[in-house]
């Protein structure tokens, strides 16, 4: 009997760490007002970047300061032991400010400990011995072999791009502008990360293969997001969300646990709070409460948003739940 404890106390570890694990958004970096190096984690989860000679820059909407230009020697290091996830999706906008030279690549982001052991987007240019081209998703594997997927041709139009690079068990992905347009059967592979697990935007993990041009709302999920979670994301508007009467409400404990409580800074008459969540889906509502009940919301960013009557909103703000 006893030369069957240690096998029932490894299966039961396995399948625990198999059933603990949530689908969720583990880190979230939306880059808004990075005047100095430490980059907020909006994710919830305290994981905040170092950068390094980022500028601030306008968003895709056209919002100074809500975006990071990476100039070709920029990069955010941040902590990445706990994202070695067998299944993953990488989400950035992006826009392309520089070709790179024929025959190179610029790593967007990359998570692992060394060259060719690490999971990464990049943009290139005729790139490795595969001619790549444009957006590229790519990880080495546990086998010693590596699964690409490519978009095959260069963007030069100087827009912003969603780009979604998702791995689940059976597929890798590449997402542009939330149409799929690769995809690779991976047969089960598992991603390899290594011993040192670093995480890296604007460049390899090695410090080198720079990108120029800009990025923004940075998020990694631990699954495979879905073609109409992406889609959520391609079709976020802050500006349709942050009113011009932001800053006028105070929230607290922030971030909170179980209770988020309002302070209003001038009278609301009746009203109706909207607490949204990342995607812009709205996720609770109450009446002319000022303690709210946050118990059973998900662990994340959210936005809440006070109406009165009329149906004007009046005031906005923002709040973590741990």
Not at 193 to 211: E, S, T
Request: glycine content about 8%; charged content about 20%.
């Amino acid at each position: 009997m006893k030369k069957f404890i240690p096998i029932i106390i490894c299966l039961f570890l396995f399948f625990g760490k198999l059933t603990a694990q949530d689908s969720t958004l583990v880190l979230y970096y939306p880059f808004n007002e990075i005047y100095d190096m430490y980059v907020p984690d909006e994710s919830g989860n305290d994981n905040r970047g170092l950068a390094f000679h980022t500028w601030p820059a306008k968003d895709r909407f056209g919002e100074r300061d809500k975006a990071l230009f990476f100039k070709g020697d920029s990069f955010i290091n941040f902590d990445a032991e706990q994202f070695d996830f067998d299944t993953y999706s990488y989400c950035l906008w992006v826009k392309i400010e520089d070709q790179p030279y024929f025959e190179s690549a610029g790593f967007i982001f990359d998570i692992g400990s060394a060259y060719g052991v690490d999971q990464y987007v990049a943009y290139t240019n005729r790139y490795s011995l595969h001619n790549l081209y444009g957006f590229l998703g790519q990880g080495y594997n546990t086998d010693g072999s590596s699964s690409w997927v490519s978009q095959g041709s260069l963007v030069y139009d100087q827009e912003w791009h969603l780009i979604v690079y998702t791995r689940s068990y059976e597929s890798i992905k590449l997402y542009f502008d939330g149409e799929m347009i690769n995809e690779l059967n991976i047969y089960q592979s598992l991603p390899i990360y290594g011993d040192d697990i670093k995480g890296f935007i604007g460049c390899r993990n090695n410090l080198d293969q720079f990108f120029k041009g800009y990025i923004d709302d940075v998020r990694i999920y631990n699954y495979a997001i879905s073609q109409e979670e992406i889609g959520a994301l391609l079709n976020i508007n802050p500006t349709a969300i942050y009113e011009k009467y932001e800053g006028k409400i105070t929230l607290y404990p922030n971030p909170a646990h179980e209770e988020i409580n309002l302070t209003l800074s001038r009278d609301s008459g009746e009203f109706t709070i909207n607490i949204y969540d990342i995607y812009g889906k709205k996720v609770l509502a109450v009446r002319n409460q000022t303690s709210i009940d946050i118990e059973n919301l998900s662990t994340g960013l959210y936005i809440l948003k006070l109406q009165n009557d009329g149906k004007q909103t009046v005031l906005t703000a923002r709040f973590i739940k741990r």
